[in-house]
């Protein structure tokens, strides 16, 4: 799938700066207008969402769409053509069916090396493959909670953490969540290909996966590639890619590569103010995040496993903010990291109205509060 982005003037050079960098990947995030396209073209073209909660991936594609309807998105989750399941750094993802198929075996290692990582002690001396066996006769078709799972495993493996045993199947065998869901809670899971009635890839191609990056993130280094995906040597995909992929250098030295053609808008180009949600892949897909916010106030954002909700002014972090709602009073509590000029708080203020209005459409009362 081509992304349908817009016409950008585009300087005939090979060396970017920050804000080239920046501008190049608003574009494909689908962040420097909002794109009318339909909610399965964005969520290819993004590669999936964030979902570690369920609310998150709503925010992220009203940001991005012209005339974004969750009816839209809850459709396509019970039409099973949208699903949600662990990927990418072996957390939850939204993902297009076709896009699970072939990213989940192909991150398989990365959801072994996770349970090693974290059950391994409490798994040692067990043979895996009986768990994993014994985990998809459970889910064969059956749905399970987290909970259930537990128990389940337990009786099978008597004296061993339930929790440990849960999780590993989890990151052993290729679930998904049964819809509908949304309201967390422990969503039940099931076994991905007798859910979809589809086999998963055979061999996927790792090449598939730098050219969807690319797309989606792009111009990026080989680091920022295995940031995303939690995969690991793929220096050695990007050399046998040849002359397929562009190669950039930022005005620092850095080697980037790219896409022939992918849209790289001048650094000047506007960017609008927008809000983005909690997890948003935008904040954690690249090794050195500088192309979106400094290292001071990457701390900020990223505190330990969370990823704070965060606002764009001029295509970088300038905030973070959060949204309560209390009886039918909705909240909308902005952290300015630096005070904004007139121009761009007016723009903040009218972006948070719409946020307001989309996240809490039955509130009565709605408004921003700016710390």
């Known amino acids: ?27 494909r995030q689908l962040l420097l207008r909002r794109h009318d396209m339909s909610v399965l073209e964005a969520t290819e073209q993004l590669v999936g969402l964030q979902a570690q909660l369920p609310f998150p ?15 839209e998105l809850a459709k396509l989750i019970l ?23 072939w990213l989940r075996p192909l991150l398989q290692p990365v959801l072994d090396r996770a349970q090693k990582g974290f059950f391994g002690r409490e798994t040692e001396g067990m043979d895996l493959g009986e768990i994993a066996g014994h985990g998809r006769k459970l889910l064969n078709g059956n749905a399970l909670t987290q909970v259930q799972l537990r128990e389940a495993m337990s009786e099978r493996f008597p004296g061993r ?25 422990s ?34 280094t080989v680091k920022d590639l295995q940031a995303f995906s939690g995969l690991t040597f793929m220096a050695k995909v990007f050399k046998e890619m040849g002359d397929e992929l562009e190669v950039l250098t930022t005005d620092t030295g850095q080697e980037l590569y790219d896409l022939p053609g992918a849209p790289r808008p001048d650094g000047d180009t506007p960017a609008p103010v927008r809000f983005l949600p909690e997890y948003d892949n935008l904040m954690v897909s690249h090794f050195d995040r500088g192309r ?4 001071d106030i990457r701390k900020k954002v990223c505190v330990g496993a ?8 001029d295509g970088f972090v300038r905030g973070i903010w959060k949204l309560k709602e209390q009886k039918k009073t909705a909240t909308l509590t902005l952290t300015l990291f630096k005070p904004l000029s007139k121009k761009d708080l007016k723009a903040v203020e009218k972006e948070a109205d719409g946020v307001l209005r989309f996240a809490a459409p039955d509130a009565t009362t709605r408004e921003l509060v700016v710390a």
Request: overall charge positive; cysteine-free.
């Open 306 to 313: 969370g990823i704070a909700a965060t606002l764009l002014v």
């Open 187 to 220: 969503v039940p899971s099931t076994l991905a290909e007798s859910f979809l009635d589809r086999k998963l890839t055979k061999d996927p191609d790792p090449q598939q996966l730098v050219r969807r990056y690319l797309a989606a993130f792009g111009p990026a």
């Open 1 to 27: 799938m081509t992304a349908a982005f817009p016409r950008l003037t585009r300087k005939a050079t090979n060396v970017l700066d920050r804000r080239a960098i920046n501008r190049a990947t608003l574009a």
């Open 292 to 295: 979106v916010m400094d290292d």
């Open 57 to 71: 991936p709503y925010i992220g594609l009203w940001s991005r769409l012209s005339s974004f309807d969750r009816e």
């Open 161 to 185: 953490d339930p929790l440990s045993l849960a999780y590993s199947v989890q990151y052993l065998v290729p679930l998904v969540h049964m819809p509908p869901w949304g309201k967390g809670g």
């Open 79 to 101: 039409d099973r053509q949208i699903v949600r399941s662990s990927l990418m750094r072996y957390t939850m993802h939204l993902v297009t069916t076709t896009d699970l198929l």
